[in-house]
């Protein structure tokens, strides 16, 4: 049987600073030793359920009676909705399944390895642009990681160049922002610019995803409908930037922050795929998940959330930091074993675009340290300033120098 949580000791996040933002692990870490699941309030202002800790997050992923419907959400949530239109996050079996079924059936690791070219040369574009600059220092991620991550994603679902910008920033407001109103806004306009897109897609014969995705039938007859074909786009395209450009500047700033770690993975570039996993691990771009909803009790290792609509958030960063998981979990190993971490999620909700994530990162890491033998960072790592919210985890910029 589980035990009741005492509800009334709430930590309230958005009071704890740019601290937490900048390192929030000594802050889950604390709240692990004392317990799986914690009343929180969010940046946003609502209140919440925390789970820590590797087992119990695991365990949350797959609990049938946390719903990722807003239907489920309680009306008393002060809350706007993160995503435009129906998608794989936003959704339960059997919505889910299907959806995912017609999905990955153009998202496939054979379209993904095709990129594989693409990645390489944008990313050889990239650099040499920043490496022409005479002053030999760049903010890393404008200059390599958002625009390798948005090019790829926006040419694979075929977004105009001229829109880019715009995109992205909405895509900040409607997952960072703690002002609700700011959040709505940028999820209204995408929502605006994602349905003419669509409308646009349906006219033409393109080879892009989400030309496929309008065409592709299920064997019984099933196609997306103009809603899911929405809320597909604003899934792929902010979540297939917005993490993947994060991951690819948190990896630089970990071996660059960690020279030993650096000058074995230029010793042995083959070490490469477990680096990138080493970083998903220790600081990977999804601090908590996006949000569930209880639809009944739920018991998490051995502690039990209330029903009723009640939010409930997982905290990746933190799974991936036990000690009862991971030996001496703070400290940053490219060769600690691979697998394990959470980071891409697990169960029914695990990523669908994470092989596009690694093709990306390990592509954009090679390249990086193959043309700068000599890559340092400009200023104390105590100095930047990092994404706030609770949902995606990055450095906002990423100053580097090099030997011209």
Known sequence: MGTDIAS???VDFGALGADFTRNPHPVYAALRARGPVHRVRVPEGAEAWLVVGHEACRAALTAPTLSKSWRDASPALPLARLSAGENLLSSNP???????????????????EALAPRVRALTGELLDAMLARPAGEADLVEALAFPLAMGIICEL??????????????????????????????????????????????????????????RTTDEDGDRLSPDELIGMA?????????????????????LLCHPGQL?????????????????????GPVETTTYRFTTGPVEIAGAVIPG??????????DADRDPARFPDPDRFDIRRPAGGHIAFGHGIHYCLGAPLARLQTRTAITALLERCPAL?????????????????RGPRSLPVRWLP
């Not at 000058?263 to 600081?283: C, F, G, K, Q, T």
């Open 308 to 317: 009723g609509g009640e939010l409930v958030l997982v905290a990746l960063a």
């Open 94 to 112: 059997p919505d889910h399944t299907r959806l995912r079924r017609l999905v990955a059936r153009e998202f496939t690791p054979r379209r993904v």
């Open 376 to 392: 340092w960072l400009a200023g104390h790592p105590a100095d930047l300033s990092w994404r706030t919210g609770l949902l995606i």
């Open 234 to 254: 604003w899934l792929l395209l902010v979540t297939g930037f917005e993490t993947t450009a994060h991951l690819i500047a948190t990896g630089v700033l970990a």
């Open 263 to 283: 000058a074995a993975l230029r010793a042995d570039p083959s070490l490469i795929d477990n680096a990138v996993e080493e970083v998903l691990r220790w600081e």
């Open 157 to 214: 679902l075929g977004v105009p160049a001229l829109d880019r910008a715009a995109f992205r920033g909405w895509a900040e407001q409607a997952l960072s922002s703690a002002d609700r109103e700011a959040r709505a806004a940028a999820t209204e306009a995408m929502t605006r610019y994602l349905v003419g897109m669509v409308d646009e897609v349906r006219g033409r014969a393109g080879d892009d995803l989400l030309s496929a995705l309008v």
């Open 8 to 10: 009334d000791v709430v």
